[in-house]
């Protein structure tokens, strides 16, 4: 029963992580956005796998972790993204 409790605030809280992304994706801006933030969340996530690993717990909740686990990872990854994107912009700009 707890495990099914534990995958319902997963995939609440995963719901966003697509959106997140997509909105990343193509705003093309880091406005709203903490890669702070984001790291936390990583670390979090990848805390939620080492516990399923360290009690043996490998079933569909771990999955939903590394699902999750990835969209964050990607919305990071789009913040990186986006930031050299704004930077070359802001050159742009000033060349003009």
Same mark, same amino acid.
């Given at each position: #029963?707890? =495990?099914?409790?534990?995958?319902? #605030? ?35 996530? $990848? ?18 972790? @590394?699902?999750? $686990?990835? #969209?964050? @990872? ?15 912009? =802001?050159?742009?700009?000033?060349? $003009?």
């Amino acid at each position: #029963m707890a =495990e099914i409790f534990e995958t319902i #605030m997963l995939v609440c809280f995963g719901l966003s992580w697509p959106i997140s992304v997509w909105k990343s994706y193509r705003s093309r801006s880091t406005r709203g956005k903490s890669p702070v933030f984001i790291i936390a969340i990583i670390t979090g996530y $990848l805390s939620g796998i080492a516990g399923k690993i360290a009690a043996g717990g490998l079933n569909y909740v771990f999955a939903v972790y @590394c699902i999750n $686990l990835v #969209m964050v @990872c990607a919305d990071l990854l789009l913040y990186f993204r986006n930031r050299r994107l704004e930077l070359r912009n =802001e050159k742009e700009s000033e060349i $003009l």
